[in-house]
């Protein structure tokens, strides 16, 4: 699931250098963070944040099938 | 252009027929579904699926470049004036060339890079999430068009499609950033959006009905624009009935009104 998001992430983005995804397991839930440079938050957000969507709805389809549950918080890169 | 209808017990049967008939690959063709096949009642009534299948002339020169393996069928005629136009490259190009066709319309066309670009996305997406599902990828001259075949779960189309939905605008911008244009893509799943259209047909025929019988404007539930825009191709030969949109974004939603349907109902 981590690397799913780092892939798509890292291909949206204009410094893919600085994509982090860091994922905090829980019980039946867990929560990725994804970091991405300040300029590329437009990009992993999109226009009324459709990309964000897309994604969640991408990884949230992924991770029912394993009956869990999984919240994307996108962060700015320091 | 060369045109022949097949049919099948299922669309991807019929797609397979038309294809062995014309004796090209899946890309070169523009498949239109006829309709679908349909089990019947009680056994009766069933009937194959039935698609019709054209090749596209201009893909010969825009999408099948040296990298694609090329059918050893002719060429359709339209590619031979083209290529009567365009010399064969000089070693020192000192007077401008005739641009071949496609650098007429830069933004939209598609070409083979594009297109296997967009199937590397998705099959890259596909191995993350680990299914078991293969991409048919091809073009509809403006559009890249995906369709996974393999995954019966229905995971990849999700609820209303949401996941086909998501797949093909992610696919879009993770494009456009690398061609800096915009790209459009369509990715299909198990014949999905043909379904979906066929059942939009349906609803529109069976509100139109409504909306003559109550003489009044009947108000669709929001739909997306792709959505709204089957119905109102549905609907916009109908006589004694209009088709148009109300509302903003998420909310927006398509009204069919009746002629004569009392003013109020008409805004």
């Known amino acids: 699931m981590k690397e799913l998001v780092e892939y798509l992430a890292k291909a949206l983005v204009n410094d893919p250098d600085a994509v982090e995804v860091n994922e905090i397991q829980g019980d039946s839930a867990s929560v990725l963070e994804l970091k991405v440079a300040k300029e590329d938050l437009g990009r992993v957000i999109g226009k009324q944040g459709r990309t964000a969507k897309s994604i969640r709805t991408i990884v949230n389809a992924v991770a029912s099938r394993a009956d869990r549950k999984v919240v994307l918080e996108i962060l700015e890169e320091k | ?267």
């Open chain 2, 1 to 267: 252009m060369q045109t022949v209808e097949a049919e099948g017990p299922s669309i991807d049967a019929a797609i397979e027929a038309a294809l062995a008939e014309l004796g090209v690959s899946r890309e070169r063709v523009a498949i239109e579904i006829l309709h679908d096949a349909a089990r019947g009642f009680l056994g009766i009534g069933g009937r194959n699926a039935r698609v019709r299948a054209t090749i596209r002339p201009m893909l010969d020169t825009s999408v099948l470049d040296d990298d694609e393996p090329v059918d050893d069928v002719p060429p359709p005629p339209v590619l031979e004036a083209d290529d009567g136009e365009e010399p064969s490259p000089p070693p020192t190009p000192a007077i401008a060339e005739p641009r071949p066709p496609r650098d007429a319309t830069p933004d939209r066309s598609i070409d083979a890079g594009t297109v296997a670009h967009a199937r590397e996305v998705l099959e890259t997406i596909l191995g993350h999430i680990d299914v078991e599902a293969s991409v048919r990828a091809g073009t509809d001259g403006d559009h890249v068009t995906l369709e996974i075949d393999g995954d019966s779960s229905g995971l990849l189309i999700g609820r209303k499609g949401q996941m086909l939905d998501a797949l093909e605008y992610i696919i879009g911008r993770i494009l456009a950033r690398d061609e800096h244009r915009t790209v459009h893509v369509v990715v299909d799943s198990q014949g999905y959006r043909e379904r979906r259209q066929a059942s939009l047909e349906e609803l529109a025929r069976r509100m139109a009905a409504e909306a003559r019988r109550r003489r009044r404007a009947v108000t669709l539930n929001p739909m997306s624009p792709r959505d709204r825009r089957i119905v109102h191709l549905a609907l916009q030969d109908e006589a004694g009935l209009t088709t148009r949109s109300a509302g903003q974004g998420h909310y927006r939603k398509l009204v069919i009104v009746p002629d004569g349907a009392p003013r109020s109902s008409r805004r």
